[in-house]
């Protein structure tokens, strides 16, 4: 998974969820705990149909979880748990994880620690490359154990879309350095103004990725039509410079469009 930056971080108290399913015991879910304001922020597994087809107990655990940390407070609610919760259902002990956003680090903890059923419902792949939200870099393989990324529940996929690591500060604050985000592949329509996953051509196994937002600038011809004159790559940073491209540069690819970020 990707490191989290410590620039800003806070400090929160983590459980892990684990169940009893058909096929044997498994984590089903995460609760994070904020301890400044005692809120809870939690994340579970959406496949009990699969995992647990006669129960119905299991798809009602989170609901009913969001009800008890309001009555109850999230400290209150995860030492409740620690000392009653059942052989079925139970939760580990608290650990410490630093926080960069609480939603963020909730979808984190749960793809470190939950592996649920690959469905194209659910899942995207996450891809090979690591890109560069910044100055082009080189392609490399991402350090994970899993290659499909379970997206949060509400987001409608299709085969068109992938999960990519991005490394670097230049999308900064829209995509914070260490995320994994989630891409649509390019097809048709206009790419002015939007947030874009570009690739460096011609380099065999070492071609190369940035992410940008779209720019194209256009230039008055004496017979008054207009021609694209260049294609600027432009960071959100103010710190970052633009990347500017000819217009008639043929190595240079738009693969897909941001999406958002994942976690």
């Not at 809870?40 to 609901?63: H, M, N």
């Not at 071609?207 to 260049?230: E, F, G, M």
Request: hydrophobic residues 40%; charged residues 30%.
């Amino acid at each position: 998974m990707p490191p989290v930056s410590l620039a800003a971080t806070h400090e929160g108290f983590y459980s892990v969820v684990e169940a009893d399913l058909s096929d044997g015991p498994a984590a089903v879910g995460v609760l994070l705990q904020d301890p400044e304001s005692d809120t809870l922020y939690q994340r579970f597994r959406r496949d009990w149909d699969e995992v647990a087809p006669e129960d119905d107990v299991f798809p009602l655990v989170p609901g009913d979880l969001t009800a008890k940390a309001r009555e109850m407070g999230a400290g209150r609610l995860l030492a409740w748990l620690e000392e009653n919760a059942s052989n079925t259902i139970r939760v580990t002990d608290r650990q410490t994880a630093l926080v960069d956003t609480f939603e963020r680090a909730v979808e984190r903890l749960y793809q470190r620690h939950v592996r649920s059923k690959v469905s194209s419902a659910t899942h995207v792949r996450l891809t090979s490359l690591r890109s560069a939200a910044g100055p082009f870099l080189d392609n490399a393989e991402i350090d994970t154990e899993a290659d499909w990324i379970e997206v949060p529940d509400g987001i409608r996929i299709s085969d068109e879309f992938f999960a990519a690591s991005i490394e670097g500060t230049s999308m900064e604050p829209l995509i914070p350095n260490g995320s994994v985000c989630l891409f649509r592949r390019f097809g048709a329509g206009s790419r002015q103004g939007k947030h874009v996953l570009v690739e460096e051509l011609g380099r065999g196994a070492n071609d190369r990725y940035t992410v940008k937002r779209y720019t194209s600038r256009k230039a008055q011809l004496p017979d008054s039509t207009w021609s694209h004159d260049a294609i600027v790559l432009e960071p959100l940073n103010p710190e970052h410079d633009n990347i500017v491209l000819a217009a008639d540069e043929e190595r240079y690819r738009v693969r897909a469009e941001f999406v958002r970020v994942l976690f």
